[in-house]
C-alpha cells in the first residue's frame, strides 16, 4: 500500500504539495494565478488568432491545460497555456492540409494537440526526454530568431487592414506590403501602432503590470463609442459563452498520419521550450524538476485539453517570469488562473465584441519580439563560430525555407554535429610543468618540458568504432614529428572511460607496429572497465602488465629507472 501511494505522489507531485499548504503559499499563488489570469486572457485570444482559430479557442486552451498540469507538474512557476510559437507551428503545419479558420482546420488543430500530448506523455512515460537534446541551443535559437520574424510578419495585415493571402514566407508580405503601402488602413494602423507603444512603455515601467489588458480595454472601449468598425475596422464579433463540452469528434486514425510531422516537430519544440524556462525558474529558486514528469505532464495538459476543445499548450517564457515574480510558489497558481478564465468564458465574453483584431496583432508582435535571441548571435560571434554557423543555417532555412524544413534541417544539422564531433574528439601531447608531477596540454602550456625520446599522448574520449581512426591517424602523425630518437609511448587513458572490440583491435595492431620500430607503448591512468577488456582480449598480455601505470609521472618515472639500469650495465 505504501508503494501504491508513492508512485500515486510521484506521479501527482500536487498531492505532496498539498500536504504542506499553508495560508503564506496560498496567498503568494493566489496572486500569482490572478496575475497570469488576467494577462492570459488577451494573449490567449491572440495565440488562437495566430495559430489561425476563433479567439474562444484561445481560452478553451487555458482552462482544462492548466488544471492537469496544476496535478502533473514538477515546476511550481512554470505558466502553461498558449505560446507564439507554437501557434505558428500550427497554422504551419495544419494549414497545409485543410482552409485556416474552417471547422476542419479546428479538428485538426484539436487533433494535433492529442497527438503532441500522446508523444509527449509516452516520451516521459518511457523516460526519453534525452531525446531533445538533439536540438542543439544553437539550432533552437535560429529556430526561434526566425520564427519570430515570421510571426511578426504575419501579423502585418491584421496590424495595417491589408488584403493578403495566408503566407508564412516573410519577403512575400513584405513584398505585397510595400506595393499596397496606400492601401493601409489609417485607422487600423494607428490602432496597432498605438497599442504597440504603449505596452512597450508600460512594460518598461513595470513587467509584471497587465498591459496587454490595458490596450484590450481601450480598444474595446475607443471602437465602441466611435463606431470604428463601420470604418472598415476588424474587430472580433460574437464569442461564444460558456464553457468548452467535452467532445471526440476531432479522434480519427485515418487524420493522425498527415499531421504525424507537425506533432513530433511541437512535441519536441514545445517541450524544449517549456523545460528550458522550468529549471531556469527553479534554479533561481534552489529545487528541481523532473525532465521526465515534465513530459508527462506537459502530455497529460494536451491530452486532456484536446477534448475539451483546447489546441496544443506548453510553458511560456513571458507568463512564467511574471507568474515567479507575482509570487507563484507551487502549481496550484495556475488552478486560480483556470478559474479566472473559466468566468471569463462564462460571464464575459460579450465584453470583447468590440475588440479590434489589430489590438491581438500588436499583442502577439510584442510578445515575439523577444524571441529574436540577437544576444545569443553576439556571443557565439565572440565564443563559438562553430555554433554560430549552425545558428544561421537554421535561422535562414526556417526563413526561406519554411518552419517545418527550417527546423528539421536543424535536427539534421544538430545529428551531423554530434557524429562529426564523437569521430574527431580531442587529443593532447602533453608535456611536465617544472619539476613537477603534473603534465599538461603542450599547445595551451607551451612552458611544458617534453622530450624526443617520449611521447606522452592523451585521447579525451571513449575509444571505439566512430574514431579508431582518429585516435591511429593522430597517433602516428606524433610519432613521426617526434622522429628516430621516440623510444616510448605513454598513452594517457584517464579520459578512456570505455573501449570496443574495434578499439582493442587498434591498440592491438599499434602495439605491433610500434613493437617493430623498436618503440615500447606504456599505459596510464587506465580505467577498471578498461584494464579488464585488455585482459580478457590478451593485449594486456602481450604488453606486458608492468606497462600499466596508476599515472604519467609513475610511467615517466619507471622509464628513467629503466633507462638508468641499461646505462649501469653497459
Request: charged share 15%; aromatic share 10%; proline share 3%.
Amino acid at each position: 500500500m505504501k508503494g501504491i501511494t508513492h508512485y500515486i505522489n510521484q506521479f501527482a507531485p500536487l498531492l505532496n504539495t498539498l500536504k504542506n499548504y499553508d495560508k503564506k503559499t496560498f496567498k503568494g499563488d493566489a496572486a500569482a494565478g490572478i496575475t497570469v489570469g488576467i494577462m492570459l486572457i488577451p494573449q490567449g485570444m491572440a495565440y488562437a488568432v495566430l495559430a489561425g482559430l476563433p479567439p474562444v479557442y484561445g481560452l478553451y486552451a487555458s482552462i482544462v491545460p492548466l488544471l492537469i498540469y496544476a496535478i502533473l507538474g514538477t515546476s511550481r512557476q512554470l505558466a502553461v497555456g498558449p505560446v507564439a510559437m507554437v501557434s505558428l507551428l500550427v497554422v504551419a503545419g495544419v494549414g497545409e492540409l485543410a482552409e485556416v479558420g474552417s471547422g476542419r482546420f479546428i479538428q485538426l488543430a484539436v487533433l494535433t494537440a492529442f497527438g503532441v500530448g500522446l508523444v509527449q506523455f509516452l516520451m516521459g512515460l518511457f523516460r526519453m526526454g534525452f531525446m531533445v537534446n538533439f536540438l542543439s541551443h544553437p539550432v533552437l535559437s535560429g529556430f526561434t530568431s526566425a520564427a519570430a520574424i515570421i510571426i511578426g510578419a504575419s501579423q502585418v495585415k491584421n496590424l495595417t487592414g491589408l488584403e493578403m493571402e495566408q503566407t508564412n514566407k516573410v519577403f512575400e508580405i513584405v513584398y505585397h506590403t510595400v506595393i499596397h503601402l496606400s492601401d493601409i488602413n489609417l485607422i487600423t494602423a494607428s490602432i496597432g501602432i498605438g497599442s504597440i507603444a504603449v505596452m512597450v512603455l508600460l512594460k518598461k515601467w513595470k513587467r509584471t503590470f497587465p498591459s496587454a489588458l490595458i490596450v484590450v480595454a481601450a480598444g474595446i472601449l475607443v471602437t465602441y463609442l466611435f463606431a470604428l468598425n463601420q470604418y472598415g475596422i476588424a474587430i472580433v464579433g460574437d464569442i461564444p459563452k460558456g464553457l468548452p463540452s467535452f467532445s471526440t469528434e476531432f479522434l480519427s486514425i485515418d487524420d493522425i498520419r498527415p499531421i504525424m510531422t507537425i506533432v513530433l516537430v511541437i512535441a519536441l519544440v514545445s517541450y524544449m521550450e517549456s523545460i528550458a524556462v522550468a529549471k531556469a525558474n527553479a534554479n533561481k529558486r534552489g529545487y528541481k524538476v523532473d525532465a521526465n514528469q515534465e513530459l508527462i505532464a506537459l502530455g497529460g495538459a494536451n491530452i486532456g485539453g484536446s477534448f475539451f476543445q483546447s489546441f496544443p499548450v506548453t510553458g511560456g517564457f513571458s507568463r512564467t517570469a511574471v507568474n515567479d515574480q507575482s509570487g507563484a510558489n507551487s502549481t496550484v497558481a495556475s488552478v486560480f488562473s483556470a478559474i479566472l478564465v473559466a468566468f471569463t468564458v462564462l460571464f464575459l465574453t460579450p465584453l470583447f465584441y468590440y475588440l479590434p483584431g489589430a489590438v491581438l496583432a500588436a499583442i502577439i508582435m510584442v510578445a515575439v519580439a523577444g524571441l529574436f535571441d540577437y544576444k545569443e548571435m553576439i556571443k557565439l560571434w565572440r565564443t563559438d563560430r562553430k555554433d554560430l554557423a549552425m545558428l544561421a543555417v537554421t535561422f535562414f532555412a526556417t526563413l526561406f525555407l519554411g518552419i517545418e524544413e527550417g527546423i528539421a534541417i536543424g535536427v539534421i544539422l544538430s545529428l551531423a554535429v554530434v557524429i562529426y564531433s564523437s569521430t574527431k574528439p580531442h587529443y593532447a601531447e602533453v608535456g611536465q610543468l617544472g619539476d613537477s608531477h603534473t603534465y599538461r596540454n603542450i599547445k595551451r602550456f607551451p612552458e611544458a618540458k617534453i622530450r624526443d625520446e617520449v611521447l606522452i599522448y592523451r585521447f579525451d574520449s571513449n575509444l571505439y568504432f566512430a574514431n579508431v581512426e582518429h585516435f591511429r591517424e593522430t597517433i602516428d602523425n606524433k610519432v613521426f614529428e617526434h622522429g628516430t630518437p621516440l623510444e616510448l609511448i605513454i598513452i594517457d587513458g584517464s579520459a578512456i572511460t570505455d573501449i570496443d572490440s574495434t578499439g582493442i583491435d587498434v591498440l592491438d595492431r599499434l602495439f605491433d607496429d610500434m613493437h617493430q620500430k623498436g618503440i615500447k607503448i606504456f599505459m596510464s591512468g587506465v580505467h577498471g572497465p578498461v584494464r579488464d577488456k585488455l585482459k580478457l582480449s590478451g593485449i594486456a598480455e602481450k604488453m606486458n602488465n608492468e606497462c600499466f601505470f596508476f599515472d604519467i609521472s609513475e610511467a615517466v618515472q619507471y622509464y628513467k629507472e629503466k633507462e638508468q639500469e641499461l646505462l649501469h650495465s653497459a
